[in-house]
DNA sequence: CTGTTAGCGCTTTCAG
DNA sequence: CTGAAAGCGCTAACAG
């Protein structure tokens, strides 16, 4: 006598005196069973801890509650997480679960991540970048429905969550703005990304509802690192008409230009408000005074992914696939 | 004619005039295949886009390749992430594939999702803490292999994999011992979790392998952010014989203890040597001088979690359950 | 080397 | 309301 074999539907019917297909019935909490029946099943199925075998019942409905996550690098950024959170917490309010596959941006690797989803059958696709950027993706994707967060494919033709970077880099200045200033240096990230594109359109119409004309010496590109922060301050501060304010890429730059108005004895923010992006807590609660500094919306996006993968039936080949922009919530602090 | 159905292996061997058998045989990479016979099929597979369905797979032979993580709450500590990348990188390098949910430290949502995981008949099981501390599992965990990472049950009676936080603090202590120092302050959490508690045996080890005498007065437990590691240093340093070097529990306290420091004027290391915990990127790597750090082996854990459930069937119930505790590299940058 | 034949455990008509 | 029967797509003997 082997180990003890697997319970199986089967086994349940003959104690109960019923046929496999009440079990099967009262597993799937089909209505038509007497509730007599139904109780006595429940409690056979209950004493002997019966488990039902998902690949069987998988094999026999193709449907398999599955969506696959691929990342393409899932550790760069510390909030990337929420993007993972987001998708999760949505999955298991819909009863779907994750497949999680990391390619480290090998290509192989994410062939191969796509052929085991399909294989898989999974129910859709996640495709998540750790930055807003554009990318290329085998075209296999389109065999299932698929959803890109934080970047999305040149030809749009798959759907995809984004930030708002527009309306963010509009909001954040905006806000200086409203604070009376009049003139607001922005220290851009000077790579051409979504992100550094995105905010500096946004900084100039906000400029421009207000009616304050863009001053090219104004804004610094740099890297996007502390020093590149402190530097920006520095050369920004050195001019004959300097900004009040500083609108920065993110809270690492922001951090930098804390130091370089420190050494420059400026006080944040009476002499020159500071405005970030990302509020990465580590630096923008910690920051004295602390950090007003936009939110990037990973949670919402990855929740945002899962709906539209578990809703999508229902819109039955829409014509274009959405190409939706979440918004960046701002976190006022001090710094403004 | 409805959708086109899924290709079988029926399709292909009658498309091949062989038998199932065979398909199935050359899909596995079975030796008993003419060469010839094989790469007509394998042709024919590449041809139509043949993809095996993993879930008739799955309940033919009963192997899933399936590796369920479970984790309290992804999202407190940036450098979680990594526990999952080191998991993931190790899934995919031995055939496996990871389920991910996130219980949100849900007592139903872990029920839940252990009977979710065993319904799947996944292989084995991680539960990933996201800081070192105990934990209490419902015994279903038992039915199938588990390893806890990051945690521990009292009883030991499951596999743990957790930081080596006794040797970590005494490696951090006598790197501060060997740049000659005697008077190292340490400010540890106030909380009485393994790791404060960990860490300070190490500290005192440390010490006594120097002959150094433990102090007292040197030892400040406070809340682990950076107004603790501020409000630490100030004590600390009005002492009548203050500390030339200091041991935070982590780098966010670490944080606090150099803006405390330059508040008094006190240089970084000239005056007084910091050295913290974690090597969280933003602050060690950006804070001047670049903070001296210990590193905690997320990745190491993960993937250790992964080998070890892997490797596990040649153990063959092996007495004890392994409770491994990982070693921390020292980072070194300027701050020492 | 290869075709045939049983099922894996479950769902789903189809008749009662 | 319920039992019986037919597979879902694949693997694994078992005879050739």
Redesign the pocket.
Known sequence: MPGK???????I?RKA?????????V??D?????????QLVQAIMAEVG????T???T????KTHEIGFITDEIASTPFAVDVIRGAQDAAWAHGKILILINTNRNPDVLHAALETMLERQVEGIIYAAMFHQPVQLPITVCELPAVLVDCYVEDRTLPSVVPDEVTAGRLATATLIERGHRRIGFINNNEATPAAVGRLAGYRQALAEAGIPFDPLLLCPEASDPDGGYRSVQRLRQQPDPPTAIFCFNDRMAMGAYAALRDLKLAIPHDVAVLGFDNQEIIAANLRPGLTTMQLPHYAMGQWAIQYLVGEASEAENSHPPQVQLACPLVLRESV
Do not use: E, F, K
Request: cysteine-free.
């Open positions: 074999a697997h319970v199986t539907i089967q086994d019917a005196g019923v046929g496999v297909g009440t079990v099967s019935r597993l799937n089909a209505p038509n069973v007497n509730p007599q029946t139904r019966y488990r039902p075998r690949a069987a019942q094999l026999r409905t193709h």
